[in-house]
């Protein structure tokens, strides 16, 4: 019997089985993960480079900082007495009227002032007086925290980025 050749196909009397096609259900995460594990890390790079970017030179503080709950508006003074509203840049007229609308939506809406230090303290006392007119009452300045180069806002210690408590303004 050693010299017996079985049929061709396969052998098993004759039958042919066809194998049927069955896709696989399971979803491979392993690159998803691998993405959102790239993009986490492109965030976490990116996030403290999106503050305001207005180029102002602070002066140093060593306040104490306090903590909020919601982000504040940030309105800036550069050195070349220019006002901004977080990155855009407004004369004190549309200041007024954009910080109205705003007050309008959110009146509990915390202000915070970052001026540089080479401008003139009365262009600072404008842009406080248009803020105040505007309606809003909690109303910080903004200083470096002193040690450090992170902003810090007046009344603010070392080691946090948290808002200070603003400085008491007064109401007409």
């Known amino acids: 019997m050693a010299g017996i050749i079985p049929a061709a196909g396969g052998g098993g009397?004759?039958?042919?089985?066809?194998?049927?096609f069955t896709p696989i259900a399971d979803i491979?995460?392993?690159?998803?993960v691998d993405v959102m594990l790239v993009l986490l890390v492109i965030f976490m790079i990116t996030a403290p480079l999106l503050q305001v970017g207005v180029p102002v030179d602070l002066p140093k503080t060593?306040?104490?900082?306090?903590?909020?709950k919601d982000e504040p508006l940030i309105v800036s003074v550069n050195s070349k007495d220019e006002v901004f509203l977080g990155e855009t840049k407004?004369?004190?007229?549309?200041?007024?009227?954009?910080?109205?609308?705003?007050y309008g939506e959110k009146p509990d809406q915390r202000v915070f002032i970052r001026g540089d230090k080479a401008i003139n303290y009365g262009r600072m006392m404008e842009v406080m007086g248009v803020i105040i007119d505007s309606g809003?009452?909690?109303?910080?300045l903004l200083g470096e925290q002193a040690g450090s180069g992170a902003p810090?806002?007046?009344g603010a210690p070392a080691g946090g980025g948290k808002p200070a408590t603003p400085a008491p303004t007064p109401r007409r």
């Open 152 to 154: 810090a806002p007046a």
């Open 62 to 68: 060593s306040a104490q900082q306090v903590g909020g």
């Open 136 to 140: 809003f009452r909690q109303l910080g």
């Open 90 to 102: 407004y004369e004190l007229a549309e200041l007024s009227a954009k910080l109205k609308a705003v």
């Open 13 to 20: 009397g004759g039958r042919f089985r066809r194998r049927r």
């Open 28 to 32: 491979n995460v392993t690159p998803l």
